[in-house]
Every structure is written in C-alpha cells, then in structure tokens.
C-alpha cells in the first residue's frame, strides 16, 4: 500500500496560481495511476486530473483544461498538480489518489490509496 500526503494548499487570489505536492511512501508512484480529485462544501468529490503510469498520459477535467497541469517527478517519488488562473469556483479540498489500473480512469473507485487533503481558497 502507499501512503500518500498532500501539501501546497492556501488563500489565493483569483487569477492567482498554486502548485499543490502529494509525496508519497511506501511504494513507488511510477507503478500507479495518479489522480487528483476536489470537493467542494455541500458538493460531491469531482475528478479534477488524472496521470496514467509512469507519466505517459495526462487527462483533465473540462473545468481545469489549460489552467492546471498534473505532473511527476520519479526521483522523489512525487506528483504536483500545477493550479494556474484560479477562480472561487476551484475552492475545495483537493485530494491526491493512487489507483492500480493500468490505464486512464476518473472514478474515485478505480483508487485505492487516498492522502487527507489539502484546502485551497480562491478569493474573489
């Protein structure tokens, strides 16, 4: 199992940019799907953006295309999510998840492994 820990959350204004961190331990990311999810208060966890294994496709939402960008680097076993022209409507606790399939998925059960959260405000 991995464990994973996210981090880079935090008051922005809009139009603003952030990058939020998911380390993970316990086993090597490159063997996973990674993907982030967000939920808003009072709204169900959405899929913001998915990485298949070892980083060969990147998949978004239709929300976030062209303002964020999920990203990895191996040699420290870490995924970013890249949060660029930010609006109050990207408010939310934002999620990291690992996930065995080989292939590109966006339902929260195709992941196994969940970090806690991480909260980001937009101001407007």
């Known amino acids: 199992q991995v464990q994973l820990v996210e981090s880079g959350g935090g008051l922005v204004q809009a139009g603003g940019s952030l990058r939020l961190s998911c380390a993970a331990s316990?086993?090597?990311?490159?063997?996973?799907?990674i993907g982030w999810f967000r939920q808003a208060p009072g709204r169900e966890r959405e899929f913001v953006a998915a990485?298949?294994?070892?980083?060969?496709?990147?998949y978004y939402a239709d929300s976030v295309k062209g303002r964020f960008t999920i990203s990895r680097d191996n040699a420290k076993n870490t995924v970013y999510l890249q949060a660029n022209s930010l609006k109050p409507e990207d408010t939310a606790v934002y999620y990291c998840?690992?996930?065995?399939?080989?292939?590109?998925?966006?339902?929260?059960?195709?992941?196994?492994?969940w970090g806690q959260g991480t909260q980001v405000t937009v101001s407007s």
């Open positions: 316990g086993r090597t990311l490159s063997r996973y799907l």
């Open positions: 990485s298949t294994r070892s980083g060969g496709n990147t």
């Open positions: 998840a690992a996930g065995r399939n080989v292939g590109y998925c966006s339902g929260d059960g195709c992941y196994e492994n």
